[in-house]
Structures are given as C-alpha cells and as structure tokens.
C-alpha cells in the first residue's frame, strides 16, 4: 500500500502522522497544503490504493520552474527535514461503496508503521448541529483510548471541546446516544477502528459550510498549532502560513480575456 522513496524509513516509531479526511469543503485537504507549503516539507512516498480516483498531475507545491512540471498521485506522503512529522495528502475523492475498505487499509497502515501518534484533520456540516453544538466554538475533537493514555487531561486542560454524541432517535427519546460527523466521509470510521485496533489518533474537526474553506482551513490549523506547535508563533499571534502555488487555481483558471 505504501511505497517509499528512496531512503525512506519503513518503521515510523516516535513520529506523528497527520492526515486529512475528505470531507465537506475539504479543509482538512487545504490545512495539509498550508503544513506541507510551511514547513517545505519533501515527498517521501506514496500510498497505492483502488479506493481512490486515479489522479495525476503537476507539482501543487512548486516553488521554482525546475520542480513545477514533477508529477503528483492521489495520495502522496510528505516528510519533515528533522524526521519528527509525516503528512498525508489527498487530491481526489474517496469511492463511496469502498469507504470501509479504505478505513482498514489506513488504520492497518499506520498500525505496522508504529506511528506514536495520527491526527486526522476533519470537517462536518454546520447545518447538521444539534442544540448543544451550536454553542461556543465550532471546533470539536475525538480521541481514541489508547490516545488518551498519552495525553492525559491535555486536551481538556487546553479548553479544547470534545465531540458530542446525539440522540440516534431525537424528539423520541434520549437514552441512546451515537457519535454522528455529517459531511465527515471516512472520519468516523478511521476513529471507531483506530478505538478498535488501540492505535492512538486524535480527530480535530470545524464545523463548516461548502463554499469558500480558506478561513476554516487556517482557524482549525491554528487551533491545531496551539497544541503540537507545528510553526512558532509570538505570544497572542498567529502563526504566519505560506499559501501552496496551486492555490492560484483554487476557483478555476478565471474567464478567458478573449471572450470580451
């Protein structure tokens, strides 16, 4: 599944992954653009899966002329220079009917890696949210049992607001409660088996809208940041993001000046 460059390690013991689930408004797709354009962080390999849409394309992190043309897949996995962080980067959408399969391969994947830990960087419908979760921030996180042998009380120290469960029949009764991430794709089921296999992930996730996810992608990465400290940022500032090249074409290429 996951086919390493050359003077890649195979074992990632003590290392943290950081992936994006595709989900509505793919902020956490364009969250991992902002780490990897950052940090200028180096492909080291790439995941080989049919759960995905085939995809190639140009280098969506070009930075010189030379590198622009190098070609890109659907998932690729990028390396940090000091080898403490690796990124995980989807460019196209996950195939419905192979969702499950999908979450087995990932977790299975990052359990033989020996990641110390995964954070997975999410989304769900903000018209979706019950009475509860329409209170304060719209930011939320989940973490697995094993994860929370690490980090204790962190989270909770922090202010951080842990996701809510929901009534499975509301207006009826209240006595049985269900974890529901609408618009999330993959996100619950990497977290319930992830729960399964005792690999420790933290799920972080903005409740958000379809429509222009910039500003979500740069509140849940800075939300992020206060805790691993990804970039270091002056006290009661926020950390300075460098915005990926293929950004420019975020919204299309624009209207053609030959048409006037």
Known sequence: MFVAAEN?????????????????????????????????????????????????????????????NDLSTNAEVYGYGRGELFLLSYRSFLLQTKSKKFCKLM??????SGFSRTVVLSSSHAYQRDDQQLLGTPLRYLQTPSMQKVTGDRLKEMEWTEMETVSTFPGVTDSEQRLYIPGGGATKGLFTDSCAEDIPLVVVLIFCSEGDNIPDAFTLLNHLNTWLHLVDAPAQTQPKWKIPASWRLLFGSGIPPALF
């Open 107 to 112: 977790v299975s994947w990052i359990k033989a």
């Open 8 to 68: 890649t390690p195979t074992s990632f013991k003590d290392f943290t992954l950081i992936m994006p689930a595709i989900s509505v408004g793919n902020v956490g797709q364009l969250a991992v653009d902002l780490i990897v354009s950052t940090l200028n962080m180096c492909r080291v390999g790439y995941i080989h899966t049919d759960c995905l849409i085939p995809m190639a394309g140009n280098n969506p992190y070009a930075t010189f002329t030379e590198n622009a």
